[in-house]
């Protein structure tokens, strides 16, 4: 532990000496040249939030928990802390203005979807239910819903005749991306929950056949296939969005596609993109049955993870909920 500690204040050191040095050599502080020398996006963004968190300012630390209406003043004040002249160098401020609407614009994002995901879904609320309503209309149109309570439900993949128990892990933000989902991607909503429902059958290797009795052999070919509860998964697909957002794993997807402050829209849009990458990362898997969801789940997890490990990486989908998003 001692030795880790040392090894820590050593590299900080040695930072500092580089930053130091650096800064003799070009004549420009660490923001500059992170501006100057790298492209607009994650890569720039990442860098000038690492280095404004680590700075020795307290200026430069707070910078990034700022209230958006300050950012401008804020960036004032760091030009005057390192005795830049935006006279001589106009696009600096630019840049850092860019880069600091979306590190704030993430936090705030955090704050948004957090706010969401602990507020409980209320049957006596008059918007939780129009919400609740408008969701079975979006993936139901042409069918009814009979009554509030009924088993109805189940069709679209709840657990049960009154769908308010089942929002109780991820609250409100649940209902909130699967109606976004239901009602910007209609036709994609309305595939991916007709496929749910309607489970493929396919041929049995001999390996498979030699491990069931015969009768379990019939259960499982005719079992098979991409059947899931679509609501249930839905909200196991907000549980993920809401982990990779707090991790700070989608910083590289938002930093890439919102030219400011991610936003709400762009969260929404990002779980409908999760939605219909995992329908086809299912059917892909083949699994045996829906018993083997927490093991597809995982290692679809670990495929966007690596994929986000791509500082030009961006998770654009191509269908509607993503109109007027991407490249704003």
Not at 39 to 46: I, L
Not at 139 to 145: E, F, I, Q, R, S
Not at 313 to 319: K, S, T, V, Y
Request: proline share 5%; charged share 25%; aromatic share 10%.
């Amino acid at each position: 532990m001692l030795i880790q500690v040392c090894l820590y204040f050593y590299c900080k050191f040695l930072w500092r000496c580089m930053k130091f040095v650096m800064r003799k050599l070009t004549g420009r502080c660490e923001l500059q040249r992170i501006c100057y020398s790298t492209k607009p996006g994650a890569s720039r963004t990442m860098k000038i939030e690492t280095s404004l968190r680590d700075s020795k300012s307290k200026l430069l630390q707070t910078s990034v928990s700022v209230h958006p209406d300050a950012i401008e003043k804020t960036i004032d004040d760091i030009m005057e802390l390192k005795q830049i002249n935006p006279d001589i160098n106009p696009q600096l401020g630019i840049s850092l203005q860019a880069c600091l609407l979306q590190i704030v614009g993430y936090r705030n994002l955090i704050a948004d979807v957090e706010k969401l995901r602990r507020e409980p879904y209320d049957s006596d609320n008059p918007q939780h239910e129009e919400m609740l309503l408008k969701l079975w209309e979006f993936l139901k149109p042409n069918t009814p819903l009979e009554s509030r309570i009924s088993k109805q439900w189940c069709e679209i993949g709840f657990q049960g005749d009154d769908p308010k128990t089942d929002f109780r892990g991820m609250g409100l933000l649940g209902l909130y991306n699967l109606q976004y989902f239901a009602e910007r991607d209609a036709t994609v909503a309305q595939q991916v929950l007709s496929d749910s429902l309607h489970p493929k059958c396919r041929d049995i290797t001999k390996e498979e056949i030699s491990k069931f009795s015969k009768a379990e052999w019939e259960k499982k070919r005719m079992d098979k296939a991409i059947g899931y509860s679509f609501a249930i998964v839905g909200i196991n697909i907000t549980d993920l969005a809401y982990n990779l957002l707090v991790s700070g794993a989608l910083k590289t997807h938002f930093y890439n596609i919102a030219p400011e402050a991610p936003t709400l829209s762009h969260f929404q849009q990002t779980f409908c993109y999760l939605m219909h990458e995992f329908h086809k990362f299912w059917i892909e898997e083949d699994p045996m049955d829906i018993m083997e969801f927490n093991r597809v789940r995982e290692k679809f997890r670990k495929r966007i993870i690596k994929q986000l490990q791509n500082p030009d990486m961006a998770l654009c989908p191509h269908f509607a909920a993503s109109e007027g998003l991407i490249n704003m």
